[in-house]
């Protein structure tokens, strides 16, 4: 007897719909590895709606004042923490997560980005009004910068939903928000809890897949897109993006390096490192998964570490044991497997390297040791529960070999030698270095990075700020 699936709805001008064409695919829950919905598989002309229904939503929400919009967002927080089950219902079907985890990790820092950006709406900051040419006054204006498409991943639906919308709606743009084809049902319901707050138009939600995306970029309407993903992603929304030269927001991959110094505590280094590595099975662009640690206390933090692989455990969300749940979908079940499948001869898997059970799409912790700097592990993103440890000999090869990858989002340094973490923090070309700690973000900070990591900021008020436009005002004295 077949279950029927449940059927997911674009949100465009303020309604529920499907995709004009009727196409659907279908969304399966990684955990379980089954259909459990279907969602709209969207095309030129869902996405021309949804377009032309920010568009004309756009003038009215930009001249709200700050305070109005505040009111809003605070709005849309309150009703976040009051539906927070049925969110974290529907971010554990998209993704597998443990449900305790979801409730504890994930909702609290929502709600508050949200105030946040709440309060940002109404702190705008910019050059004070002067006269620098005589007889003349000169005011700087911030405004909204129009229509944004929007494309989170699927690895944190809801929270890089909130990271979107959030800063592009305080601002006074209006939102074209398209989730992964993998896990939209959460961002479904985001539409659902905020269409009774905004106006029709201002935040609209369609489904689809790749080619749904790439129509949302070269739409002549968006002001700005704005994408959380990987390189390859980032590199064709840049591409196209230029053709108009649309205003670009990339937050894409990372390969965040871990450096422990000998004097670092180990237990609570291991303790740490091992969280933040495999937390969502190692599925954040911020990952604690490149390890180096000096050749002194190599042997003896390995041991340690692959203690705590062995000791960590995935599993189904309703476990309360389970640090992390599966890998998103079977091609990136695929993509780890593969990682491990190709090691070089010279490489030690130290625990793990094995597909977990026979349901789902999960992954045994997995440290791997004996690995060099050109070792493809070591360069690429795995973007799975897989910590690899180099061994380094003194500070400045660990810094060459920090540094020496295309990524450069995120870094930590482990050490009590305080003179030695500043010198870090300034040699590590990466956005955010940790010291003696990995992966904490909080909403007033910036969360974005260099080289191919992408550019443009997250969260804060300079995530805020690239959500807006700079005007000079001119003003004679003498009219």
Known sequence: MSTE???????????F??????GTTEVVNPATGE???TAPLSREADVDAAMAAAAAAFPAWRDQTPGERQKALLK???????RAEELIAAEVENTGKPIGLTRSEEIPPMVDQIRFFAGAARM???????????GLTSIVRREPIGVCAQVAPWNYPMMMAVWKFAPALAAGNTVVLKPSDTTPASTVLIADIIGGILPKGV???VCGDRDTGRAMVEHPTPAMASITGSVRAGMSVAESASRDLKRVHL???GKAPVVVFEDTDIAKAVEDISVAGFFNAGQDCTAATRVLVQESIHDEFVTALAKAAAETKTGQPDDEDVLYGPLNNPNQLQQVSGFIERLPAHAKVEAGGKQVGDKGYFYAPTVVSGLKQDDEIIQNEVFGPVITVQSFTDEAQAVEWANGVEYALASSVWTKDHGRAMRLSKALDFGCVWINTHIPLVAEM???????SGYGKDLSGYGFEDYTRIKHVMTSLDA
């Open 5 to 15: 699936l449940r059927r997911l709805r674009n949100y465009i001008d303020g309604e």
């Open 17 to 22: 719909r499907d995709a004009a064409d009727g």
């Open 446 to 452: 910036p969360h974005g990075g260099f080289k191919k």
């Open 76 to 82: 849309i927080a309150d009703a976040f923490e009051e």
């Open 251 to 253: 937050e894409l991959g």
């Open 203 to 205: 935040f609209n939600v």
């Open 35 to 37: 259909a459990y919905a």
């Open 124 to 134: 705008l900051e910019g050059r004070s009004a002067g006269e620098y040419m005589e």
